[in-house]
């Protein structure tokens, strides 16, 4: 049987904000996830690096993305420097738990290379496929998957009901609750209905930058994140089945997020809560992409 000398694909990580830092954290959690076939690589935002934008502005590297315009800014700044790595990888995962406009930034380059190559070699040409997604789109696609089941009922006859399982966020900064819940109602349901999905219960926060996370001392973060857990599970009578981490830089804090469960349900039904790292989801949804070659 013929083996695989080397990794078939290629994945490059992509963190928009300037913090060297949450790149590196970032790199145990997927190279503990075992892909002998794939290849991570990582980019961060340039922190010296400007960009001049059509309008006359000049921007710079975020340090820290603390709110949706923060995420606009960032994917502006690392436009010019990622979309000419678009023929190198792969696939690409944007490490920011945000409706980041990178993520649509490079779907469009990749829209645009794909184009050109079939433009030379054919409309029946077997092209490689790229693929790109968020972390945030990870968590949720995820979540769903978790939370989704058909019941069966009975009322008469025989039929069918959605289980009444929900998922929710906790993040950082109290700018993201608005802002969050407003990205699953933009993804799960027509653009301009505001209903949000019954699936999705809300976000809490701890009130923290995702730079803090990491600078604030770490009893005092885990407080912030058991509290945060504990308020959105009590506020939900619909049982909360899994929660996201809202944050690339909450990655590996799922053991706080843990307690507060167990908190808020006791421990037997604390302990069956799913923790989704939108990290690991959207790197599993990448590497099934490239191998099914969707």
Not at 81 to 94: C, G, I, Q, S
Not at 123 to 147: C, D, H, M, Q, W
Not at 160 to 182: H, P, R, Y
Not at 225 to 241: C, D, G, Q
Request: include cysteine.
């Amino acid at each position: 049987m013929a083996t695989v000398s080397g990794p078939r694909f290629s994945i490059l990580v992509i963190n928009p904000n300037t913090s060297t830092h949450m790149t590196s954290a970032l790199v145990p959690i997927l190279e503990n996830l075992g892909y002998t076939d794939v290849h991570f690589h990582y980019f961060t935002a340039p922190q010296s690096e400007s960009v001049t934008l059509p309008d006359g502005r000049v921007i710079h590297g975020i340090p820290s993305i603390n709110s949706g315009e923060d995420s606009v800014l960032s994917a502006l700044h690392c436009r010019p420097f990622v979309e000419p790595l678009v023929a190198k990888y792969d696939a690409f995962l944007v490490a920011c738990y945000s409706a980041h406009p990178l993520v649509g930034m490079l779907r469009e380059a990749i829209d645009k290379l794909e184009d050109a190559a079939l433009l030379e070699l054919g409309p029946t040409a077997n092209i490689k496929r790229k693929y790109v997604t968020g972390i945030f789109e990870g968590s949720i696609v995820t979540s769903l998957s978790l939370v989704s089941s058909f019941q069966l009922t009975w009322d008469g006859g025989f039929g069918k009901s959605q289980a009444k399982d929900t998922f929710g966020i906790v993040t950082t900064g109290s700018s993201w609750k608005n802002e969050l819940t407003n990205a699953v109602s933009d993804m799960l349901v027509n653009s301009g209905d505001k209903n949000p999905s019954n699936r999705f219960v809300g976000v809490e926060t701890t009130g923290l930058t995702a730079v803090e996370l990491h600078t604030t001392q770490p009893e005092e973060v885990r407080r912030r994140i058991i509290e945060a857990t504990e308020r959105l599970i009590k506020a939900n009578p619909r049982p909360v089945s899994a929660i996201c981490l809202g944050c690339a830089g909450m990655a590996g804090m799922e053991e706080a997020v843990r307690e507060g469960c167990i908190k808020a349900y006791g421990r037997k039904q604390g302990s069956r809560v799913k923790i989704v790292d939108g990290v690991v989801s959207g790197a599993g949804m990448l590497v099934t992409a490239c191998k099914a070659g969707f």
